[in-house]
């Protein structure tokens, strides 16, 4: 139960967390030296200067796992280790990334003897309290490799984790994932807005949202999260009304688009986050705001970085 890992941001610093706390030793190498004094200071995380010493940290044979922005920084990771391990190591690829991607990683990691899997991650800034969802693409035999870390991640041993597929069936379905809740979150903000349309009924949205938590059909911890946003009036109305996107969306439409699959509602709204850009109403603040609390993102215009204290 020992992992190599390669990105200490907000997912990859949590997940590296939760290994540790379920009896895994993890060493952890991250460009940025101050993600890696935080680690440090929690306790019980070992953190190394370079992927070179990651590489000799870390027993053969190797288990990886890399967080990093998709693009650039992976492929530039992937070449470096590439020259660094050996016939029989694993790297899993964890972050968001287009499943198109991995399957050309997974067919030039194997061409060294390298396995490769592909894993969607899903949980936001909560997974390290409440668990992981996870959604893994490749041979049976990595994915074998790789369960005992998985186990770790996810909200119980026996759930949250499935096998998709081979190379790239992990990432493609997390895409599609990212593109219902971008659906979701979309007809959860457009529907507040048109109850505070109304100011003169003097609804109390929060205790709304509130009450649909339980035993409605349209219940959700996304709908839990919508309902502590509302709590804060104050920021909810401080902020910009700009919605960014962090380009699952965009895959998901242009996939459907290249399939001929009708996905109106996930399109609507990545085109609504799109406009949002143009200028501001409560949804696209709403969204924006639920977009910081369940993943952390930083809203444009807004020293908001951090979620509100929320226990979903």
Not at 92 to 105: E, I, P
Not at 146 to 170: Q, Y
Not at 189 to 197: H, K, T, V
Request: aromatic residues 6%; proline residues 5%; glycine residues 14%.
């Amino acid at each position: 139960m020992k992992i190599g890992m390669v990105g200490a941001g907000k997912m990859g610093g949590n997940m590296a967390q939760r290994w540790q706390r379920g009896g895994a030793e993890v060493t952890i190498f991250d460009h940025s030296a101050e993600a890696l004094r935080s680690l440090v200071a929690l306790g019980g995380i070992r953190t190394v200067s370079s992927l070179a010493s990651l590489v000799e940290s870390t027993p053969a044979p190797r288990l990886i796992w890399l967080m990093l922005p998709t693009g650039k920084p992976t492929e530039q990771t992937i070449d470096e280790l590439l020259a660094l391990l050996a016939p029989g190591d694993l790297i899993v690829d964890g972050a968001n990334a287009h499943y198109r991607d991995s399957q050309a990683h997974a067919k030039r990691l194997g061409e060294g003897g390298i396995d490769f899997v592909d894993a969607g991650v899903s949980g936001g800034i909560w997974g390290l309290e409440n668990g992981y969802g996870l959604m893994l693409g490749g041979d049976s035999v990595a994915i074998d490799r790789v369960m005992p870390f998985a186990r770790i991640l996810a909200p119980s041993p026996d759930k949250g984790i499935v096998h998709c597929g081979p190379a790239g069936a992990g990432h493609f379905a997390k895409m599609v994932h990212n593109g219902i809740e971008y659906g979701i979150m979309q007809a959860y903000a457009e529907g507040f807005g048109l109850l505070a349309a109304r100011p003169e009924l003097e609804l109390p949205l929060a205790e709304i949202a509130e009450a649909w938590c339980h035993g409605t059909v349209i219940r959700s911890w996304l709908l839990e999260l919508t309902a502590n946003v509302l709590k804060d009036g104050e920021s909810l109305n401080s902020i910009s009304a700009t919605v960014e996107d962090s380009g699952e969306g965009r895959w998901t439409a242009q996939e459907a688009i290249d399939l001929g699959i009708p996905t109106p509602v996930i399109t609507a709204a990545l085109i609504s986050r799109f406009s949002s850009q143009e200028g501001g109403d409560f949804a696209n603040r709403l969204l924006a705001m639920l977009r910081n609390a369940f993943g952390g993102h930083a809203i444009p215009g807004s020293d908001l970085t951090e979620p509100p204290d929320t226990d979903p």
